[in-house]
């Protein structure tokens, strides 16, 4: 015999519950449901201990519960009674956007009925995963949404880094942690310049070659040329797109002659290459090879 009612079913769910501080924040896996217990008969408070028994469905009737917990609840003085759901029984699974009838039974009463709707606010639960992005624009990663050292090798996918998720400049030294990209982390042709830092292009050389005796150019960089100045004892290479000063840039020459000497100088934007010998005489080389690199 069915001797109770409740009242204000989920008119007291305290949604607020499920509402999470920040994304950063854990969000609650439980919510807290309240409602007042009276007596059907005359409406008199029930404040004895009561067993409840709790199940969420698909439907509004009939069919199984697909989750159910089983409490003992006393009432105050009113019949008002509170109580947590979900802290035996997990609600990750059965929160899942789809719609959820609550349904309860008090002690050998039949359940109750209607079953009632939980509205979309209490899946509020779903913000858990609101932080976590499942793709990503391209171009989107730049220098400031990334921590130091937080790319590492563990973070990122064989091959999973390529050209377009790099923004122009994004990677610097102080966002790769030590030995944290392998080469097997980013896929051919992924990082070009414009995707370097200044302080990461300040590594690279702008321009290398081997020069023969006469000037020729053999294997280079593609954007030298080079004359050999018998009138002043001296090579000179142009840089294509570079206005060469000797402050400015730094040279390494290694002639194939270890007995001589290099000097290097710039005039009009070309670079300049001297030679001399152990008595300090400029001399023409022998070949040479070199590398220049823009701080």
Known sequence: MRNKTIISLFAALLLSSFVVGSIAAQAPSTITYQGKLVNITNGDPITTATSVVFGLYSDDQGGLAIWSETHSITPSEGGIFTIELGGTASL?????????YLGLKFGADTE??????????AYAYSAEKAGLATTVPDGSIDGV???????????IATGGVTVSDIASGAVTTDKIATGGVGSTD???????????????????????GWISTS????????????????VNTRYEIMITGHSYYYNTYVTVVTPWSGA???????????????????????????????VTYKP
């Not at 109750?112 to 606010?121: A, E, F, V």
């Not at 051919?188 to 290398?208: E, N, R």
């Not at 009009?268 to 070199?290: D, E, H, P, R, S």
């Open 92 to 100: 990750a699974t059965v929160l899942n956007g789809s719609k959820r």
């Open 112 to 121: 109750m009925s209607p079953r009632q709707l939980i509205t979309s606010t």
């Open 145 to 155: 949404k990334l921590d130091y050292n937080a790319v590492t090798t563990s973070k």
């Open 186 to 208: 980013i896929a051919s042709g992924a990082v070009t310049s414009t995707k370097l830092a200044t302080d990461i292009k300040a590594l690279l050389p702008i321009a290398m």
């Open 215 to 230: 000037g020729t150019v053999g294997a280079s960089s593609g954007n030298i040329s080079c004359f050999w100045n018998a």
């Open 260 to 290: 001589l000497t290099a000097q290097v100088g710039s005039s009009g934007g070309k670079m300049l290459i001297t030679f001399n010998n152990t008595a300090g005489t400029a001399v023409q080389a022998g070949g040479f090879q070199f």
